[in-house]
């Protein structure tokens, strides 16, 4: 007993379909694997994350408002990378630590 049809037009249309499910499976994983690609690119490329951050105003004048860890989740669009010692510089003159990661804590302010 064979679950394949028994004369040779069924098999040649089985053949047929076999073959095209197998490119179609086929281009699936080579889509799969450029975005892989893509990704890992992606990745490599990507600039460090810094360790400081001051979020600036809106306007022309555009002057600091808060110093942000590197990663704070709160920290706006409108935002610099700075060195350390910018960031204490800022925090010494009056721009406010962010509440949340705390930035004044980490600079050593409290």
């Given at each position: 007993?064979?679950?394949?049809?028994?004369?040779?037009?069924?098999?040649?249309?089985?053949?047929?379909?076999?073959?095209?499910?197998?490119?179609?499976?086929?281009?699936?994983?080579?889509?799969?694997?450029?975005?892989?690609?893509?990704?890992a690119r992606g990745e490599a490329a990507r600039p460090p994350v810094p360790d400081w951050t001051i979020?600036?105003?809106i306007g022309d004048d555009r002057g600091p408002l808060y110093v942000h860890t590197g990663t704070c989740h709160m920290a706006g669009h409108r935002r610099r990378p700075v060195t350390r010692e910018a960031a204490a510089r800022a925090i010494a003159d009056g721009v406010e630590a962010c509440t949340h990661c705390r930035a004044d804590t980490g600079l050593g302010f409290h």
């Open positions: 007993m064979t679950d394949l049809p028994p004369d040779l037009p069924r098999l040649r249309t089985l053949e047929t379909w076999l073959l095209l499910a197998l490119q179609r499976v086929r281009d699936r994983i080579a889509d799969l694997e450029r975005q892989e690609k893509e990704r979020e600036l105003g």
